[in-house]
């Protein structure tokens, strides 16, 4: 780094360089991945002679995942590299940071300063936590279209971890302290980029003849469906005398009896997040919640005419214009639709078919870009064991591309219709 900019960060390192932290352990500053302050900050002026870093970072990280990790980390990451390039998902919402990172960036370029296109060129994001979280960034990288789209690293803080398993990046918890941190970042400045597929919800919903009715609340749901929200009266995917809700997905998404387990999963770590210390205890606390509400004694908790294939009519389009029914056996209680080949802390509900049998059915093998998803049924939890076998995998229902799309009795006759689609 130039002379000017390392006295930019002495102020903030000053206390870090030459000592050691609580595990004695000696801190070193990561220039390579440190931005420039009149970069990230607002009204700042361009400081010449500034050298561009290999690899500009802007790390976000859920300080709630993982127990204490996610708190743990957030020091060592700051201790690290420029302290206003580390950012808690608790206090500041990425679509927030994002926004001013880049109005910044082009206020710079604009002005003349290589450093910033540079920056832009070169910036790559991390971010710390589980599923939701990781979804929530995808999600705003994508609202925001940014030019270039910046690379995501994700790591696994969370309990299942299905996102960050699926590129490489492992699915237990990692280490925080300052070794781990090097390691991880080294990891992240060589990885290759590359494309996942994204898919949409559109959900409607008929309105009540009286009174109002708001099915959803949007508060209540991950982050992961951060753009699950009403459409506008004017939106051309409105419809008179239904509620229209949109969303999207980029590992899976699931209906029936799974759905409903993750979803009281979720409620109870927001309702009491002192409970979900770690991630064993998380999966703990999953296993006996898919106890208590009959996920493994289905048969006798819940009625076959709760069944998928009782409630709903499905619809895929496997080509451009060519809708099929979809068979859904009768006693499938859940539908799980997959963008990636993780599920559930790393099982494979698709499983991996031999040639013959994707030839027969006119499958492909699944990749995370190739335009498709899975649509898998379970029976129950005893059905969803099977996945821990060599060979083990769910009712392989179909490969969808484009379209998918349910018709929904439910019980209180509201859900009309749920499309998903690219």
């Avoid at 006295?7 to 420039?36: A, D, H, M, R």
């Avoid at 980029?193 to 919903?205: A, G, I, N, Q, Y």
């Avoid at 753009?227 to 004017?234: D, I, K, Q």
């Avoid at 996945?387 to 018709?407: I, M, N, V």
Wanted: contains cysteine; positive net charge; charged residues 20%.
């Amino acid at each position: 780094m130039a002379k000017e900019l390392k006295q930019s960060f002495s102020k903030i390192f000053s206390k870090n360089q030459g000592t050691v932290n609580g595990n004695s352990e000696v801190v070193e500053i990561l220039n390579e991945y440190c931005i420039p302050d009149y970069i990230l900050l607002p009204n700042s002026e361009i400081k010449e002679g500034c050298d561009v870093p290999k690899c500009p970072l802007i790390i976000f990280i859920n300080s709630k995942s993982g127990g204490q990790l996610g708190g743990d980390l957030l020091v060592t990451c700051r201790s690290v590299i420029n302290k206003n390039q580390v950012f808690d998902l608790g206090e500041k919402t990425p679509d927030k940071v994002l926004h001013q990172l880049y109005f910044n960036l082009e206020k710079h370029k604009k002005n003349g300063d290589k450093l910033s296109a540079d920056v832009q060129n070169r910036l790559r994001i991390v971010v710390a936590g589980g599923d939701g979280t990781a979804g929530w960034l995808l999600g705003v990288v994508s609202d925001l279209k940014l030019s270039p789209p910046p690379p995501i690293a994700t790591m696994p803080l969370g309990t299942g971890n299905n996102l960050p398993f699926s590129f490489g990046w492992g699915r237990k918890n990692p280490g925080t302290d300052y070794q781990s941190v090097k390691a991880f970042l080294e990891v992240v400045k060589d990885a290759k980029e590359m494309k996942v597929d994204s898919w949409h919800l559109l959900m409607r919903m008929k309105a009540p003849r009286e009174g109002s009715y708001e099915p959803i609340a949007p508060l209540d749901l991950p982050h992961s469906l951060h753009a699950f929200h009403r459409v506008s009266p004017t939106d051309e995917m409105n419809k008179e005398g239904y509620h229209t809700y949109r969303g999207g997905f980029w590992n899976y998404f699931s209906m029936g009896m799974d759905a409903q387990v993750s979803y009281a999963f979720h409620s109870e770590r927001k309702k009491n997040p002192e409970k979900f210390k770690n991630q064993l205890t998380n999966q703990t606390t999953y296993a006996k919640l898919s106890c208590t509400q009959g996920w493994f004694f289905a048969s006798l908790k819940h009625p076959s005419s709760r069944n998928i294939a009782q409630l709903a009519a499905v619809k895929i389009m496997k080509r451009p214009g060519e809708w099929i029914d979809l068979h859904i056996p009768r006693s499938i209680r859940s539908i799980v639709c997959l963008n990636l080949p993780s599920f559930s802390g790393g099982l494979n509900p698709w499983g991996r078919p031999s040639r013959q049998k994707l030839h027969s059915r006119d499958l492909t093998p699944p990749y995370v870009d190739d335009g498709f998803f899975e649509v898998v049924g379970f029976r129950d939890a005893w059905h969803g064991l099977l996945l821990y076998a060599p060979k083990g995998h769910g009712t392989r229902l179909a490969q969808a591309s484009e379209t998918f799309e349910l018709q929904i009795s439910s019980f209180f006759n509201m859900v009309q219709k749920l499309a998903i689609f690219r």
